[in-house]
C-alpha cells in the first residue's frame, strides 16, 4: 500500500488539501429555506446535481421535483405542476449552486427549515434542510402523500423551532468536535451517524431543559426525534462538509475535486480549478444490500449529494472506521478496511484531524485528485442509500463513481492548462 | 484458531453459559447503600476482593479503608480508625459477599448511593456506587482529601436524587440493549463506556424534563455530570455483570468463573460448582500505558472487581468492539483482535447478544471455564485502570490473571468430584 502522500502533491492541490482540513464548521442557526438560503425565492424548487432543463430530469428525479411543488403549494395538481415547470413558472435550479446540499433528490422548496452551517475558518456558510425520519417513503427518496407532507410539516413547525431556539442558547455548536469523536465511535458520517446523532442531541439539552419554559411540547417532541433518528446527523455533516469543500474550490491549478453527486442521468464532479462546470459520468456501478423484496433493478438513479462527505474524507473514505455498516449495506469488515486504505492512492494526505481507530488513528484519505483516479484507475467509494423506482428507500450500499468523470476532468483540465501541467498538479515527477 | 464450542462444554458448564447469556439486567432504582444493600450496617465498610483479615489489607486498600471509615464518619482520625477496625468497632467486608461488585479498592459506606440493577430473567439484585467524575483522586484509587469528600457529597445529596426519580419516572432503565448498541459504537463496556453513557442519557432525558419541574438544579448538575463522565456507565455494566454472573454461580460440577477480583495481595476467581471460597493467585502480569510521571514500578495493587465484566464476556473479551482504546491503555489494534480471538479458546461458547462487529458480528467469547486455562496456558486478558502507591490513578492497561487461580481451581474441582469429573466437565473426550 503506497500512500499518495504529501510530498508527491503540488502546491495548489496541497493548498485545497489544507483548506479541507482547516476547516471549522458551526451550526449557527436554524432558518426558513426562502428567508436564508442565497437566491431562493418562493417558486423556486432545489434539486441534486447539476441544474438540468425540465425535459432532461427522469424518473423519481422528475417526480420528486413535481411532489415538491404540491407540497409548496405552487401547482393545484401534477398537471399544473409538470406545465408550471415545462413553462418556468416553477424554477428548478441545482442545490449547490445556491450553497445547500441534497440528500438523495435534494428538494428543497421555500418554506423547508434548513440548518445554517458557519466555516468559521473562512466565513462562508451551507445549508441542508432535516432528516424526514425513519420511514422509507420521504420526499427526498421521490415519494409522497399525506404521511409525508404531515412529516415535513411537523419538521418546519414543531421541531424546528425548538432546535433554533436551543441553537440560538447554545450560541451555535461546533461540529468538527461531535464528528472527531463520532469516527471514534463507529460512524463514517454518511451511511452511519448514529453517534454524531448522540453527541449533538448532548450538546442540545442542557439548551432545550431552558427552551421547554415556553415550548414544552417542542422539546418532548425534539427529544423523541433525536431518539427515533439514527440519522438527524447526517444532514448537519453534509452541511459541514459542503461549507468545508466550497473554500477548497476555485484555486487555479488544483485538479482536487471539490464536489461530487449522483443526478438522474449520472454522475457528476467538479474540480477545485475547473470553474463552475460539471464533469459528467455514467450511472455508478453498486454493491449494495437491498431490503426484502427489492434488487439492483428497482433502482432508481434519483440524486444524491451526501457523497460530499467523501468529497472530504469522509463516508466510504473512513470505512474502517464503521465496521457496524455490513448491517445495514452488507461486505465484510476485511473488504471495508481494503477499500478504505485504496483511497490513500487517490487523494492528496491524510486528515489531520478526522482519523480512524482501526488504522492505528492514522488521518482519512482526504481531497481526490482526478489525475491519481485517471492513473491507477481506482474509483472513489461511496455509501449511499438507494431509491427504488416506485419511490422510498430500497437498499444502501457502496457505489464506485465512474472514471469517466475522473478522465473527462483531466481532459478540462489540460484544455485549460496545457498537457504538461499535470506533472504541476500532482508533482509525480519519479513516475513521469 | 479454535473456538472452544459449544460442542465440547459439559452440561453443568452449558447451563452457566446459558445464564449469562440470557439475563435480563434492569437499573430499578437508586438507593442508600445502608438502605438497600443486604446485610450493610452503619459500621460495615465494603472492599474489593475475598474478606481479609484487618492485618492481611496491604498498602493502598488499607489506606482506602482507613478513608471510608473517615468519610462515613466513624472514626475521628487514621489512629481511631486504625484502632477501631483492628477491633472490628468497624466492620470490613468483601463487597461481593453482599451483592454489590467494588471499583479498584471498591470502598462502600452506608451513606453512598448505589444503582439497583435487577436481573429480570433470575429475579436477583447487584448493586454498584457511582463514578466518582474525571479526577485522577478517588477514593476508590485510595486518594482522599477535601476535593474527595466533597465529590461524594455532591453524588450522594444532588445526583443521585435526582437521577433516582428520573428512573422512578421511566419505571426502570433496560441496560442490555444499550449494552448491546454501545458494543457496536466503539465500548467494550470495562475501560471504554463513551457510548453506554451517551445511550443511557438518552434514555433519561424525557424523564428529566419532569424532574427539572421540582429540582431544576439537580437536572442541570446531572447533565454536566453525565456530560462529564465517559466512564458514568462503567458502574452499571459492573452491577449489571455481577447480576449476570450471580445466577451462573453454584451450578453442580460447573467449572466456570463466575467471578474475578483483584485485591491487595493478587488475584481471585471463584468457580460455579465450587461454593462460595476463592481460589487465590499472586499478582498480575500487566503491560499498561502509564500517565505522564509513572512507570509501572508505582502501581499499587489496591484492587478492583471490575474485572467481573470480562467473567461474562465484556472488557478484554470484547477488545476488538473498542480500537480507540489504544489512546488510553497502549497496544495495536492488531494485538487487541489476537487477544480477543485467544479468549475463544479459554470460553464456553460465543455470547447470544454481546457481539463484535470487526468480527464480523462475532458473539463475543464467554464463560471461562478454568480447565481450558490451566490446559492451554491462556490466562484472562483484563482491561483495568492501574493506582499509584500515593492514590490516585497512574495509568491504564491490559492485565493477565495469573495460572496459579485456576490451577488451583482445577485442583479444588478434582478434590470435590474426582479427578475423573475434568472430562465431563469439558467433554473434551478426543483430546482426553
Redesign the interface.
Known amino acids: 500500500m503506497v500512500s499518495a502522500g504529501l510530498e508527491s502533491a503540488g502546491p495548489a492541490n496541497l493548498e485545497a488539501f489544507a483548506r479541507m482540513c482547516r476547516a471549522d464548521p458551526v451550526l449557527v442557526d436554524i432558518g426558513r429555506a426562502g428567508d436564508v438560503v442565497p437566491g431562493m425565492t418562493p417558486g423556486t424548487i432545489l434539486a441534486s446535481g447539476p441544474r438540468l432543463d425540465w425535459g432532461d430530469y427522469l424518473g423519481g428525479a422528475r417526480k420528486a421535483i413535481i411532489y415538491g411543488a404540491l407540497f409548496e403549494g405552487l401547482a393545484t395538481d401534477l398537471e399544473d405542476a409538470e406545465d408550471k415547470l415545462a413553462r418556468g413558472a416553477i424554477r428548478v435550479e441545482g442545490c449547490q449552486d445556491h450553497g445547500c446540499i441534497g440528500s438523495v433528490a435534494g428538494i428543497y422548496t421555500a418554506s423547508m427549515p434548513v440548518f445554517v452551517v458557519e466555516n468559521r475558518a473562512f466565513g462562508n456558510r451551507a445549508f441542508c434542510n432535516f432528516y424526514e425520519g425513519e420511514s422509507r417513503r420521504r420526499l427526498n427518496y421521490g415519494a409522497y402523500d399525506d404521511g409525508v407532507r404531515d412529516q415535513l410539516h411537523f419538521l418546519a413547525d414543531v421541531i424546528a423551532p425548538a432546535l433554533r431556539e436551543a441553537v440560538a442558547r447554545a450560541g451555535g455548536i461546533s461540529l468538527k468536535p461531535l464528528m472527531i469523536?463520532a469516527l471514534?465511535?463507529?460512524d463514517e458520517l454518511h451511511s452511519r451517524n448514529?453517534?454524531a446523532t448522540?453527541?449533538f442531541?448532548?450538546e442540545l439539552?442542557?439548551h432545550?431543559?431552558g427552551v421547554?419554559e415556553t415550548d414544552?411540547r417542542g422539546?418532548?417532541e425534539t427529544?423523541?426525534y433525536?431518539?427515533g433518528s439514527d440519522y438527524f446527523f447526517l444532514r448537519l455533516s453534509m452541511a459541514s462538509s459542503k461549507a468545508t469543500a466550497d473554500p477548497a474550490h476555485g484555486i487555479e491549478g488544483s485538479s482536487v475535486v471539490t464536489s461530487m453527486a449522483l443526478y438522474s442521468r449520472g454522475v457528476a464532479i467538479r474540480v477545485s480549478g475547473l470553474g463552475e462546470g460539471w464533469e459528467l459520468g455514467p450511472y455508478p456501478q453498486v454493491d449494495a444490500k437491498m431490503f426484502e423484496g427489492f434488487t439492483t433493478d428497482d433502482i432508481d438513479w434519483i440524486g444524491g449529494e451526501s457523497i460530499i462527505n467523501e468529497t472530504v474524507g469522509l463516508g466510504g473514505f473512513a470505512q474502517a472506521a464503521a465496521?457496524?455498516l455490513?448491517?445495514y449495506q452488507g461486505g465484510?469488515?476485511q473488504a471495508m478496511v481494503e477499500m478504505n486504505l485504496a483511497m490513500y492512492d487517490i487523494t492528496v494526505g491524510e486528515h489531520t484531524d478526522f482519523k480512524i481507530?482501526?488504522?492505528?488513528?492514522r488521518g482519512t484519505p482526504t481531497a481526490i485528485d482526478v489525475f491519481r483516479v485517471a492513473r491507477t484507475g481506482i474509483t472513489p467509494v461511496l455509501d449511499v442509500g438507494l431509491a427504488g423506482r416506485d419511490g422510498g428507500q430500497i437498499g444502501a450500499g457502496i457505489v464506485r463513481a465512474p472514471i469517466e468523470c475522473f478522465t473527462n476532468a483531466v481532459a478540462s483540465y489540460e484544455s485549460i492548462y496545457g498537457p504538461a501541467a499535470r506533472r504541476d498538479a500532482t508533482r509525480e515527477d519519479k513516475e513521469a
Chains 1, 2 share one sequence.
Open positions: 469523536r471514534h465511535m463507529g448514529s453517534a448522540l453527541l442531541a448532548r439539552y442542557p432545550l431543559l421547554a414544552r422539546v418532548e427529544l423523541r433525536l431518539a465496521f457496524p455490513q448491517n465484510s469488515p481507530p482501526f488504522l492505528a488513528y
